[in-house]
């Protein structure tokens, strides 16, 4: 008899360790606390913070990856969730976005395509022309600067570092290139 029971054994653990580990999947994909980039000004309102804003589009492979890989480091999350606001931006959405008084929209934007669509007006104002680039503001929503491209969890470590503690708008290149070359990663 316990012969005959081990296999449903075997197969309620299994199912069991299959829904605790896509839960923990799961858990670890909406960790960072993602917000409009109307709602991060509002928060920086109340508790001053520098905004990250990640620029995506839906047919992007290097967003996907950056979203499966980077945004799921418990340390990326834990380090945004403390120091930044996290924005989620899809370059060509039909939304409209309303940052420094002006309203951006993206008039150009077909319900019927398939895979690629217009770029949205605040895309070209951020200064984004390709794709995963992440965005930094400083606390009073003024772009800092957009910087392209997929980032491991090390990788956007040292950007991330970078904004939050040592930028200022007086920040020379010799000082970016001296951090840039010192910095040592510790985020897995």
């Known amino acids: 008899m316990k012969i005959d029971n081990m296999p449903l054994r075997q197969l309620l ?29 509002a928060a920086q309102k109340k508790e001053p913070k520098k905004i990250v804003m990640d620029v995506y ?6 967003c996907k990856m950056m979203m499966r890989n980077t945004f799921t480091s418990e340390d990326v999350i834990a380090y945004l969730n403390a120091n930044y606001y996290a924005v989620k931006f899809d ?15 993206n008039p150009g934007w077909n319900p019927n395509a398939r895979g690629r669509n217009s770029t949205h007006e605040l895309s070209r104002a951020l200064g984004v022309n390709a794709y995963p680039t992440l965005v930094y503001f400083d606390e009073q929503a003024t772009i800092i600067a957009p910087i392209p ?8 470590e040292m950007y991330l ?5 040592q930028f200022s ?11 840039r070359d010192s910095f040592v990663p510790s985020f897995q």
């Not at 589009?57 to 290097?62: L, N």
Request: aromatic content about 14%; glycine content about 8%.
């Open 13 to 41: 653990l299994s199912l069991i360790l299959i829904i605790f580990t896509l839960g923990n999947g799961h858990a670890q994909y909406s960790g960072i606390n993602w917000m409009s980039l109307e709602e991060a000004i």
């Open 57 to 62: 589009t839906q047919w992007c492979g290097p």
């Open 91 to 105: 370059a060509e959405s039909p939304d409209p976005v309303t940052y420094q008084g002006k309203e951006f929209t």
């Open 149 to 156: 491209g997929y980032k491991t969890p090390p990788q956007l």
């Open 161 to 165: 570092k970078f904004f939050a503690n």
């Open 169 to 179: 708008s007086s920040v020379k290149q010799a000082e970016w290139e001296a951090y």
